[in-house]
């Protein structure tokens, strides 16, 4: 089902702010990083910090078959959670594999709904599934056990995966104009909501500061993560169906918009535009490391300054590179519909390995809730990547050198939390 658009008018987009934690330059010791949402973390920056995933080459650790459209993949507690699309009638299940072996942590849970569409969280010690009706479930993520389920009020369509951040569960939903729930992820009870234009397609991206969501037409908005109040609108002149995810980089939210060819930079305290920049089409999220963005726009990857928009390099590849690119220890990590995934050198461009999965990657859809939303992910020791039926891990080679950033890149790196 294609969400309905209603163009009034034509605008320009949005930007946001990116909060990085860091270790001290020259800091030892292992360092375990997680992906906990979509993009890899809270601001969907696709940033990921691990030093037990090697510097490429990797091998491949394990090939799951889950049957179905496999979703982008939630890394934590050494494990693997992922939801697939069902092979018959609607609905989507969840799968918990260890991460080391690629064998279920525990039976796999039907997570039901009316269409293929589910999403996954992760934080406070706890997995969180949200299905396309608004059925938002706490599991154990160690043993699978429901902690509390809960039926989202007031909307029944949802497709905006969640995102845990103190304590919290964000998401949206819509139907009947758009809502921005904030619910408690002890109880399952709904904290706060607050009316959107129109609630699809929009994972929140979350700080301390603010919860930022973006829909079609680039309506944009900032709440208070905890009360609610608004805290500002990026306002424009067409609303419609649809959305994307927001990231929060650099101070910036960044955002974009299916009919928009000059995605925009917000700034994340204010809403005011602090820059825009060229898209060839409907674009997935971009990924950050400081100060370096990337972006995949029409089957090519491409570097850019997070304040000046200006490019340093570009990566062809097969020419059809279709993910959200993400980055590990300072190497970009992204696929293309061929199959193939690429690591490179994040401050030079330069391919440093390659693969072939075994199966299309798809792209990311954030326009129909015809299957569960795709990305890449990594933590514990693996990047993992969702492969049509596929879900695929890669590490460190046995007796291999590990967690070296790339030449040229700097010491310290935004930490996953």
Request: hydrophobic share 35%; proline share 7%; with cysteine.
């Given at each position: 089902?294609?969400?309905?658009?209603?163009?009034?008018?034509?605008?320009?987009?949005?930007?946001?702010?990116?909060?990085?934690?860091?270790?001290?330059?020259?800091?030892?010791?292992?360092?375990?990083?997680?992906?906990?949402?979509?993009?890899?973390?809270?601001?969907?920056?696709?940033?990921?910090?691990?030093?037990?995933?090697?510097?490429?080459?990797?091998?491949?650790?394990?090939?799951?078959?889950?049957?179905?459209?496999?979703?982008?993949?939630?890394?934590?507690?050494?494990?693997?959670?992922?939801?697939?699309?069902?092979?018959?009638?609607?609905?989507?299940?969840?799968?918990?594999?260890?991460?080391?072996?690629?064998?279920?942590?525990?039976?796999?849970?039907?997570?039901?709904?009316?269409?293929?569409?589910?999403?996954?969280?992760?934080?406070?010690?706890?997995?969180?599934?949200?299905?396309?009706?608004?059925?938002?479930?706490?599991?154990?993520?160690?043993?699978?056990?429901?902690?509390?389920?809960?039926?989202?009020?007031?909307?029944?369509?949802?497709?905006?995966?969640?995102?845990?951040?103190?304590?919290?569960?964000?998401?949206?939903?819509?139907?009947?104009?758009?809502?921005?729930?904030?619910?408690?992820?002890?109880?399952?009870?709904?904290?706060?909501?607050?009316?959107?234009?129109?609630?699809?397609?929009?994972?929140?991206?979350?700080?301390?500061?603010?919860?930022?969501?973006?829909?079609?037409?680039?309506?944009?908005?900032?709440?208070?993560?905890?009360?609610?109040?608004?805290?500002?609108?990026?306002?424009?002149?067409?609303e419609g169906g649809g959305g994307r995810t927001p990231v929060l980089a650099d101070g910036g939210v960044w955002v974009r918009d299916a009919a928009v060819k000059t995605p925009t930079v917000l700034d994340a305290g204010t809403g005011a535009v602090r820059g825009t920049y060229t898209a060839g089409g409907p674009a997935p999220v971009p990924a950050f490391d400081g100060r370096r963005g990337y972006f995949v726009d029409s089957g090519v990857l491409q570097e850019r300054d997070s304040r000046t928009l200006a490019?340093?390099?570009?990566?062809?590849?097969?020419?059809?590179?279709?993910?959200?690119?993400?980055?590990?220890?300072?190497?970009?990590?992204?696929?293309?519909?061929?199959?193939?995934?690429?690591?490179?050198?994040?401050?030079?461009?330069?391919?440093?390995?390659?693969?072939?999965?075994?199966?299309?990657?798809?792209?990311?859809?954030?326009?129909?809730?015809?299957?569960?939303?795709?990305?890449?992910?990594?933590?514990?020791?693996?990047?993992?990547?969702?492969?049509?039926?596929?879900?695929?891990?890669?590490?460190?080679?046995?007796?291999?050198?590990?967690?070296?950033?790339?030449?040229?890149?700097?010491?310290?790196?935004?930490?996953?939390?």
């Amino acid at each position: 089902m294609v969400n309905a658009r209603k163009v009034v008018g034509v605008l320009l987009g949005a930007a946001l702010p990116v909060v990085a934690l860091v270790a001290p330059a020259g800091a030892q010791g292992t360092q375990v990083g997680e992906s906990t949402a979509y993009q890899a973390n809270a601001r969907h920056d696709g940033s990921v910090a691990d030093s037990l995933i090697g510097a490429p080459p990797l091998t491949k650790k394990w090939s799951r078959d889950l049957g179905g459209s496999v979703s982008y993949p939630i890394v934590a507690g050494g494990r693997v959670f992922a939801t697939a699309k069902s092979p018959s009638g609607y609905g989507t299940t969840l799968y918990a594999v260890n991460a080391r072996t690629g064998k279920n942590a525990w039976a796999p849970v039907n997570l039901a709904g009316t269409d293929w569409w589910s999403a996954l969280a992760y934080g406070g010690g706890r997995l969180y599934a949200l299905n396309g009706d608004g059925v938002l479930t706490a599991f154990d993520p160690a043993t699978g056990a429901k902690i509390w389920t809960a039926a989202l009020p007031g909307q029944y369509s949802f497709t905006s995966a969640p995102t845990y951040a103190d304590g919290v569960v964000y998401t949206g939903g819509a139907g009947s104009g758009g809502t921005l729930y904030a619910v408690d992820a002890a109880s399952g009870t709904v904290r706060w909501t607050q009316s959107v234009m129109n609630g699809d397609e929009s994972s929140p991206a979350v700080t301390a500061e603010g919860v930022y969501v973006s829909y079609a037409c680039e309506q944009t908005y900032a709440f208070s993560p905890a009360s609610g109040s608004p805290l500002w609108h990026h306002d424009t002149d067409c609303e419609g169906g649809g959305g994307r995810t927001p990231v929060l980089a650099d101070g910036g939210v960044w955002v974009r918009d299916a009919a928009v060819k000059t995605p925009t930079v917000l700034d994340a305290g204010t809403g005011a535009v602090r820059g825009t920049y060229t898209a060839g089409g409907p674009a997935p999220v971009p990924a950050f490391d400081g100060r370096r963005g990337y972006f995949v726009d029409s089957g090519v990857l491409q570097e850019r300054d997070s304040r000046t928009l200006a490019s340093s390099w570009t990566f062809n590849g097969d020419s059809q590179l279709d993910t959200a690119p993400i980055v590990v220890n300072g190497y970009v990590y992204v696929g293309s519909r061929t199959g193939h995934l690429w690591a490179l050198n994040g401050a030079t461009g330069k391919s440093v390995w390659s693969t072939s999965v075994g199966a299309p990657i798809n792209a990311p859809d954030e326009q129909n809730p015809s299957q569960p939303l795709t990305g890449l992910g990594a933590g514990d020791g693996v990047v993992v990547v969702p492969a049509t039926n596929l879900l695929v891990a890669y590490g460190q080679p046995v007796n291999g050198a590990g967690g070296r950033p790339p030449a040229g890149t700097p010491s310290v790196h935004p930490v996953s939390r």
